[in-house]
């Protein structure tokens, strides 16, 4: 890191931009990558919504990207044939699922115009390759660490729309590490960002991947995308317009998964002893073909189930043990025990 940047740095923390030298680094070490890009686009962490440079439309960089890209992908994709061929007559809201490394160049590769992507992955964005490309793509950067930088990050996403360019959002907000869940939660954002001063909504349009290994770099191991019809957010609400397209694109999931999964529970835990072993390990390999992980945030970022069992078993674990709570507090102990082992998403 030269001296620049640790000035930079410092004006940051100064102004609360970031809440500390990690927002930058994940913790890890910097290049001269680093240096270049932080230098050129420390300000797309700036609150400053008006601020023209905030917004980068590249045309002839979607162009490049869509005739070059497919072969920077680690597997081939393929499209479903009944994706969605329509021409959209004003500017889009794509929704995504997040699973794999390539899933926002598989995405870039999905659309049909110039697509600014919603990104929140500062270490990766300043010090790697990836972020220096997203630079010329055209990106919304958010550090998810600083709650005014999650607020204007949604004003900023409108003034995207406005100026005629389309969007492309992760609404999971991390990879999903679950074993059980075809997607995580689903935040909001994408429908306060969708809706127009007027009440009226832009619509949303859903793209799936589905891929049987992400650790498989065989040919044959392919990316199936799925990019679905328009959705009218109008007459829904927040929570409604969540359930909907999640359900969607959840449906989606599974059918393309029945479709093209072809693996067998004795292929899965060929080598382990258990089926929580064998996932720790998938992790672990999935985790490690990350450029720059932000362990604070991969792992606290995604929208926190209210219904969760360590909702119940939490309190009671923590109670101060007495003669006649001593069974009850044991029993809730092991239970949270046994949820904070099994919960993956929290722990990788």
């Not at 500390?20 to 990558?33: R, V």
């Not at 382990?272 to 064998?278: D, K, R």
């Amino acid at each position: 890191m030269n001296k620049k940047s640790r000035v930079i740095i410092d004006e940051m923390l100064e102004s609360g931009m970031i809440s500390s030298e990690q927002d930058l680094t994940g913790n890890s070490k910097m290049s001269l990558l680093f240096d270049f890009m932080l230098n050129k686009y420390g300000y797309l962490l700036e609150d400053n919504v008006e601020e023209e440079k905030q917004i980068i439309n590249k045309k002839l960089f979607h162009t490049i990207l869509t005739t070059v890209g497919k072969y920077f992908l680690k597997n081939p994709q393929v499209f479903e044939e009944n994706s969605n061929k329509l021409v959209y007559d004003e500017p889009v809201i794509y929704l995504v699922n997040h699973r794999f490394k390539d899933d926002v160049l598989a995405s870039l590769l999905s659309v049909k115009d110039e697509t600014t992507v919603f990104f929140g992955s500062v270490p990766l964005f300043y010090g790697t390759i990836d972020g220096a490309l997203l630079s010329q793509n055209g990106v919304v950067l958010v550090n998810r660490k600083v709650s005014s930088s999650r607020k204007s990050s949604v004003d900023k996403a409108k003034k995207v729309l406005e100026e005629n360019n389309n969007l492309l959002m992760f609404p999971e907000g991390v990879w999903n590490k679950s074993p059980n869940k075809l997607l995580l939660d689903f935040f909001g954002g994408f429908y306060r960002i969708a809706q127009k001063e007027d009440g009226t909504f832009y619509k949303v349009v859903p793209i799936v991947h589905y891929i049987g290994d992400t650790n498989n770099r065989s040919r044959k191991n392919k990316i199936h995308t799925f990019v679905d019809q328009p959705i009218d957010l109008s007459n829904m609400s927040e929570e409604e317009a969540i359930t909907f397209v999640r359900d969607r694109m959840a449906t989606i999931y599974y059918g393309m998964m029945e479709k093209y999964g072809t693996t067998t529970r004795d292929k899965l835990l060929k080598g382990y002893s258990s089926s929580q072993e064998a996932w720790e390990a998938e992790l672990k390999r999935r985790v490690a073909t990350a450029a720059k992980y932000d362990f604070d945030i991969e792992t606290s970022a995604d929208k926190r189930d209210k219904n969760s069992p360590l909702v119940v078993w939490e309190p009671i674990a923590n109670l101060e043990v007495t003669k006649e709570n001593a069974s009850h507090v044991a029993y809730a102990r092991q239970k949270v025990k046994e949820l904070k082992l099994n919960d993956f998403q929290h722990r990788f």
